[in-house]
């Protein structure tokens, strides 16, 4: 009973396009840099340090950028 109210819910919000989980770090400014960097030869570790991300967000970008 319980989860199917729970699924009812996540349902509507999707449909109302709520966020779910945790919210990003990264801001349009740090994307930029982010991809600024990528394109000088400067590695994840050392981007995600500086902007204070993760390196999955990094590296996210970086499959972003490499498919474009």
Same mark, same amino acid.
């Given at each position: 009973?319980?989860s199917k109210?729970?699924?009812?819910?996540?349902?509507?919000?999707?449909?109302?396009?709520?966020?779910?989980?945790?919210?990003?770090?990264?801001?349009?400014?740090k994307?930029?840099?982010?991809?600024?960097?990528?394109?000088?030869? /400067?590695? /994840?570790?050392?981007?995600?340090?500086?902007?204070? /991300?993760?390196?999955?967000?990094?590296?996210?970008?970086?499959?972003? /950028?490499?498919?474009?």
């Amino acid at each position: 009973p319980r989860s199917k109210e729970r699924l009812a819910r996540l349902r509507d919000g999707k449909i109302k396009q709520l966020a779910f989980g945790r919210p990003s770090g990264m801001t349009t400014a740090k994307g930029d840099k982010a991809r600024a960097l990528l394109s000088q030869g /400067v590695g /994840v570790l050392k981007i995600a340090k500086q902007l204070g /991300v993760g390196t999955g967000t990094i590296q996210k970008i970086k499959g972003q /950028v490499m498919a474009a």
